[in-house]
């Protein structure tokens, strides 16, 4: 009896570690989050495809790069000869998509490469994931999912200080950006029901933590509080948002696309609606104990709190119900915002190696996003 319960734990081991997730935009802020827990908290094998665009960034990806279950890919979403040998080399079991463009800032500057790469870009993959799911035998297009990861944004502004987005909730984008999400959301929808390829999708709430490209808010903030520059905010610094600790997305994700049920979408979010305003000063009171050596001229990390002109169409408040991902996954968020942000300011001062490289490129901190 022991031999066998030994031999079945085998197989099963055999084909866990066999089991193969392509990941899209892996080197990426979310994709680079789950790529590192599909390798620390999983026996899978991962394909991390990425273009390499100016916010991809392999550094974040170091403590992993060595694993065998680890493989890189830098492919264009929108080279489908490139896709279709990836396809066929890899056989992935599941499609994890995150490549995308996402700064809203940059999607109203120039939305071009939003519609290209967040539009066609994922009309190109959902096809070529259509045609290799349609060429596996029975067993493997039972086990395969194209799980696309989007954005809260896409439902656009909420009314209400007590309203909450839902999985029913009408898109209303406001943004470039948020426009192209959406319109990539109802590609995979209609590709699942038109041509049967079995999709999940999620919608998330603000992504904060380790690795973020510096033109987003919060390590934005962090970086121009160290280096003595104006802390500039939107407005009054009352529009709101609800914050989740990116590996808390990560787990979340990895959920979803293992055990989420095919055709469902599930909204991921942190429970923590905090305001701008309220953001930039938390960072700054947690600068005051964990960065007391301030720069030259500065006494107070608040004092560089600079309020600037808003942005066109400015969504005010962003809330989600993640009550079905809860429910029906037994997930919820390990972080709240306090004790995330804590480890995001002190990932920030403890990598300065990280982040000096980022800046050594085209970014300059010059620009603000969330």
Excluded at 2 to 15: A, G, P, S, T, V
Excluded at 54 to 79: H, K, M, P, T, W
Excluded at 313 to 337: C, M, N, Q
């Amino acid at each position: 009896m022991l031999h066998l319960l030994k031999f079945l734990n085998q197989i099963r081991d055999f084909f866990v570690s066999n089991f193969c997730i392509l990941v899209t935009g892996g080197a990426g802020f979310i994709g680079s989050a789950v790529v590192r827990s599909i390798i620390h908290k999983t026996k899978f094998k991962v394909v991390n495809l990425d273009k390499l665009t100016y916010a991809g960034n392999l550094d974040s990806l170091l403590d992993i790069d060595c694993s065998e279950r680890y493989f890189y890919e830098q492919v264009d979403i929108c080279d489908s000869n490139e896709l279709k040998r990836v396809f066929q080399y890899h056989q992935p079991n599941c499609v994890m998509h995150l490549a995308a463009e996402s700064h809203v800032d940059r999607s109203i500057d120039g939305p071009a490469e939003f519609i290209n790469t967040n539009i066609s870009g994922t009309f190109i993959l959902l096809e070529a994931a259509r045609n290799y799911y349609e060429s596996l035998e029975e067993e493997k297009k039972e086990q395969f999912r194209f799980h696309h990861i989007s954005t809260d944004e896409v439902f656009g502004d909420l009314e209400g200080i007590e309203d909450l987005f839902t999985e029913e909730t009408p898109y209303s984008p406001s943004s470039p950006y948020s426009a192209s999400k959406a319109a990539s959301d109802h590609l995979v929808r209609a590709w699942g029901r038109t041509y049967g390829l079995p999709i999940i999708i999620t919608n998330c709430s603000n992504n904060y933590g380790p690795y973020h490209f510096p033109e987003k808010l919060i390590p934005h903030i962090i970086l121009n509080a160290i280096h003595g520059k104006p802390l500039p905010i939107y407005g009054d610094g009352s529009q709101i948002r609800d914050w989740l600790y990116v590996v808390d997305h990560a787990k979340a994700l990895i959920k979803v696309v293992t055990n989420g049920q095919i055709g469902e979408t599930y909204n991921i979010g942190g429970h923590n609606e905090k305001t701008n305003l309220e953001v930039v000063e938390t960072i700054c009171d947690l600068l005051e104990e964990l960065a007391a050596e301030k720069p030259a001229g500065i006494e107070n990390y608040r004092n560089l709190i600079t309020f600037v002109k808003d942005r066109p169409g400015h969504d005010v408040r962003y809330a989600i119900d993640a009550s079905k991902i809860e429910r029906e996954l037994g997930w919820v968020p390990e972080e709240t915002f306090e004790t995330g942000l804590r480890k995001t300011v002190q990932w920030y001062l403890d990598n300065r190696q990280w982040w000096e490289r980022v800046l050594s490129g085209a970014y300059r901190l010059e620009r603000l996003g969330e």
